[in-house]
């Protein structure tokens, strides 16, 4: 090769490696915001918990006034390592032994559970709010998007989603059917119909409405249903039968400018539990044998909560179908617990811890605990009392606005002498001692669940 030669060969070369570098560089430069080439968990951060999830008030910081409910921050840098393989605080989701990210089982994993509105997608398993709670749902697209990523073994790195998922804007929401009433006979619907929830506002509302029986019902079983955005429905009954809110009213907790409707609130104090869901859609059905009874000419209290974080007008509604069986075959009737502790002294400007035990004087079996406090309640816990179990933690809620609605698989077996015990942490903001009382201003402290003998 003589030197003219030479010199033309190397000078290729190096054109030919000044390009490959342009092109390695552009293709570099690029990488960083193609989705087709981003590390899957990165893309779900940026399209996903980022703007839906690690909001402020949500699940930002441990600053999050809902921090203590759920236990969980999905900011960047943090949210994976909070995610993968750690164990929830849903109890539902414990007691199934889900993780929040279980690697290669979505089914397993309560973050598709809470990102998937539709029930039919975990066989009616139920772990509360559909998430992002308030705020526009996911896409199916999006949906699927962390399915696959959970399924491929929820890595940090890599590419194991297809990234063109996100471009789906669909939703399983689009359009909502009410739950179909029960077929004549075999049961009774409630309802609370359409209604408006404005921009950035949280709305909560009773409306008492007749049963409409003529006579004593059994119900073995109930089914809830309603639009999306809702953190919880509740049926109530009446402690005080003589003192009753107007029928077919509808009474808002909050006024249009979000103060406290005082009368509404004081309404709540006369509550007993009768049916609740905190998930937008429950089917649950008592023991064979058992039921509730609802005395002929019932009326009940139907209690709506909705959550709009977006810029648009929501609706809420919601149904109830309470299901019934001949009296021949009721062999336990269902009570309702109703344990509260009225001796409450609560000194101002202080942090203090109440209990209170029950016992029983016939052996009872637990079916459902939740409870009720007031704004200045921290933690509510159920602890057993007595027996081989003793001080054993059954319930606990961090929520006095949205107390979590437990349902046991397995019955809690208490023997006579046995019972209860509520331990309630109140923190008293205010300059003046609080006691238990009827009002917004006072406190409470109950145990409502269900069981039977």
Known sequence: MNLFTYSRVALAAGAS???LNLVSCQKTGTEASDPAVMASFDLMQQKILTPSCATSGCHASEKDPSF???????????????????????????????????????????????????????SGKQYGNPMPLGGQLLSNGQIEFVRRWIEAGAPKTGSVADA?????????????????????????????????????????????????NTQDIYVNRYEIKMRSGSHHFVAYDFRNKNI?????????????DNSLNLLTALSMSNHVYLAGSQAQYQDYTFPEGAALLLPAGASLDLNSHYVNKTDAVMKGEAQINLYTIDKSKVTQVIQTLDLGNTNLNIPANGRVTLTRSFTFDKPRKILTLTSHMHKLGEKFVIKINGGPRNGEV?????????????????????????GLTSEITYNNTTN????FGLTSEDEMGIIFGYYYE
Not at 244 to 256: F, M, S, T
């Open 68 to 122: 203590a409910q759920h236990g969980l921050v999905l900011a960047e840098g943090i949210a994976y390592q909070n995610l993968v393989d750690a164990d929830p605080k849903n109890s539902s989701a414990k007691a199934d032994r889900l993780k929040r990210v279980k690697p290669f089982a979505s089914l397993e994993s309560l973050l598709y559970h809470k990102l998937n509105a539709a029930a039919s997608h975990h």
């Open 164 to 212: 063109k998922l996100l471009d789906d804007k669909t939703t399983t929401d689009a359009t909502y059917e009410p739950l179909p009433a029960p077929t004549a006979g075999a049961g009774i619907q409630m309802s609370i119909a359409p209604f408006d929830i404005q921009p950035k506002f949280e709305r909560e509302l009773f409306t008492r409405k007749m049963v409409g």
């Open 394 to 418: 059954v319930y606990t809620s961090t929520d006095w606005e949205h107390p979590d609605i437990i349902t046991f698989k397995t019955p809690i077996n208490l023997q006579k002498g046995e």
């Open 244 to 256: 009753l809110p107007n029928l077919n009213d509808v009474r808002d907790l909050r006024n249009a």
């Open 17 to 19: 490696a000044l390009l």
């Open 432 to 435: 003046k001692t609080v006691n």
